[in-house]
């Protein structure tokens, strides 16, 4: 009864469940936030979401990483592919640049309104 758990379609059932939920805790909190802080972080979860996402759709519950084989010089059958793993790699290296952009540009908006709020931003509007 539990060796279904451990089936690939079930798995991937479960990565697409979960990995959707993520994202909308991730979008509601962008969405429902107003200090910049706080919208940023949710931004970063819904982001994290999409890795999970990818990833788990390359998974297979028989096949291994190719650098545990021991004939890691030929591309086997029961190998999954390296490349979804790299290109996720390389986009979470690029969202965290870009998050630790935005996070200090938020602390230097911060530095020099003394505001986090964004309802309370009206440096380009007009001030009435």
Do not use: C
Not at 104 to 121: A, N, Q, W
């Amino acid at each position: 009864m539990l060796d279904s758990f451990n089936q690939t379609p079930f798995l991937h059932s479960v990565i697409t469940i979960g990995s959707f939920l993520i994202l909308l805790i991730g979008l509601i909190g962008a969405l429902s936030k107003k200090n910049l802080f706080k919208v940023f972080l949710s931004l970063a979860i819904a982001e994290s979401s999409l890795f999970i996402y990818f990833i788990g759709m390359h998974f297979s519950v028989d096949k291994v990483a190719p650098i545990v084989t021991d004939q890691v010089t030929k591309f086997s059958s029961n190998m999954v592919d390296p490349v979804p793993q790299a290109m996720i790699l390389t986009t979470i290296v690029i969202g965290i640049a870009v998050l630790s952009l935005g996070l200090s540009f938020v602390i230097s908006y911060y530095k020099l309104t003394g505001k986090m709020r964004i309802d309370e931003m009206d440096e380009l509007g007009d001030n009435k």
